[in-house]
């Protein structure tokens, strides 16, 4: 999937003037591409779009004007964007309240290396966190993970040529087992993730 370039990103006045559109476009597309997972997960995949529009609004919640700063943001949300044979998505733990935070945040460590794709040759790929060593410590874990989901050669030509799908998302996480399906809009969403230059 192609990167975001800095070309990309508008200058600050020029976004908040188009700024109420695009928000509706994106608030849009990331409901396309989010899932439940049970009631304390939320899995949105990412793609160049999300990206470039996370770019912009850390660029003006930030005031981040300077070329160079815009590139450093650009480097590091690039991160997100899935390699070829690959999705990404952002997994946020749900917690509102101190009390909950305390007891899921232990209970879930690990949870970045327990959520799988299912496929519908019943084959799994499991998704792991790039950044998991900065992230999760070993009593507690983060409430925000960035996960890839690397795709065998084999799996993605299946998928390309709509041999298989992905049918859901499942967490096997001892003290968060939870299955979700996805719907066809969502599968789409996915399906082109993995069949984007």
């Not at 997994?91 to 959520?115: A, C, N, Y």
């Not at 050669?153 to 859901?168: H, K, L, N, V, Y």
């Amino acid at each position: 999937m192609r990167r975001v370039e800095v070309a990309e990103i508008p200058e600050l006045r020029a976004y908040n003037q188009s700024r109420d559109e695009l928000r509706r476009s994106i608030i849009a597309m990331k409901a396309r591409r989010r899932v439940h997972l049970g009631t304390l997960i939320t899995l949105v995949f990412e793609n160049t779009d999300t990206v470039r529009w996370q770019i912009t609004e850390m660029m003006r919640v930030e005031r981040i004007a300077t070329d160079a700063a815009i590139e450093h943001e650009v480097n590091v949300y690039n991160a997100l964007i899935p390699d070829d044979a690959q999705l990404s998505c952002t997994m946020f733990i749900e917690l509102t309240h101190d009390e909950q935070l305390r007891e899921w945040l232990p209970k879930l460590v690990g949870i970045h290396d327990s959520i799988d794709l299912v496929l519908s040759d019943g084959s799994r790929v499991r998704g792991f966190d790039p950044s998991a060593d900065r992230l999760t410590r070993e009593e507690v874990t983060s409430a925000v993970h960035y996960l890839k989901f690397s795709f065998a050669p084999e799996q993605c030509m299946a998928i390309r040529s709509g041999g298989i799908t992905i049918d859901a998302v499942e967490s096997v996480h001892p003290a968060y087992r939870e299955l979700a399906e996805l719907g066809a809009v969502q599968q789409q969403e996915l399906h082109n993730d993995l069949s984007a230059p």
